[in-house]
T-cell receptor, first 111, second 113 residues
Framework: GQQLNQSPQSMFIQEGEDVSMNCTSSSIFNTWLWYKQDPGEGPVLLIALYKAGELTSNGRLTAQFGITRKDSFLNISASIPSDVGIYFCAGNQYNFNKFYFGSGTKLNVKP | DADVTQTPRNRITKTGKRIMLECSQTKGHDRMYWYRQDPGLGLRLIYYSFDVKDINKGEISDGYSVSRQAQAKFSLSLESAIPNQTALYFC????????????FGPGTRLTVT
């Protein structure tokens, strides 16, 4: 099946630091999505991207749709303890109507 | 109220038992999905349904079956549970008309002993 490579797998940072993570694919996607999952809960959609080159923010979170349409990036600025969780990227190809997920980036924030 | 709900939230069952996980949604979406999540393996697609009469296997459908009882309801069954089906199970929905976003339920933690 389709593979999305997400990195890093985990991060340990100090409160206040900025965080970057990315997702790459061997195929072109029409939509890139970023989710956050808290322990024991379902993934919650943070940001959706629809156009190559698009840069979208949601509070301290900023995501970009790569111009090749094969990658996406998520940045979190000035991290806080409640940012702890697993962040997933997902891609969608309209003609296949399925969503493909990265394996997640586990973020730990030290107060 | 949550847009996508799953019942039960937690379930412990024994090997060989039949079990059903249920999903309901109020988002009005026509597409529904069942995923399984294991530590370190991300989300893997079990089954998906684009409408009541259209059900498709995902990448790991063996040992599972589904039923789309209505546009808003999609259930997942384990006919004879085995321990390696212990996992977190998520239901999700999306709208065929877009935007192409997927919305998840809170999950069911299933333990097979």
């Amino acid at each position: 099946g389709q593979q999305l490579n997400q990195s890093p797998q985990s991060m340990f940072i100090q409160e206040g630091e900025d965080v970057s993570m990315n997702c790459t694919s061997s195929s072109i996607f029409n939509t890139w999505l970023w989710y956050k999952q808290d322990p024991g809960e379902g993934p919650v959609l943070l940001i959706a991207l629809y156009k190559a080159g698009e840069l979208t923010s949601n509070g301290r979170l900023t995501a970009q749709f790569g111009i090749t349409r094969k990658d996406s990036f998520l940045n979190i600025s000035a991290s806080i303890p409640s940012d702890v969780g697993i962040y997933f990227c997902a891609g969608n190809q309209y003609n296949f109507n399925k969503f493909y997920f990265g394996s997640g980036t586990k973020l730990n924030v030290k107060p | 109220d949550a847009d996508v709900t799953q019942t039960p939230r937690n379930r412990i069952t024994k090997t060989g038992k039949r079990i059903m996980l249920e999903c309901s949604q109020t988002k009005g979406h026509d597409r529904m999905y069942w995923y399984r999540q294991d530590p370190g393996l991300g989300l893997r697609l079990i089954y998906y349904s684009f409408d009541v009469k259209d059900i498709n296997k995902g990448e790991i459908s063996d040992g599972y079956s589904v039923s789309r009882q209505a546009q808003a309801k999609f259930s997942l069954s384990l006919e004879s549970a085995i321990p390696n089906q212990t996992a977190l199970y998520f239901c999700a929905t999306s709208d065929r008309l877009g935007p192409y976003e997927q919305y998840f339920g809170p999950g069911t933690r299933l333990t097979v002993t």
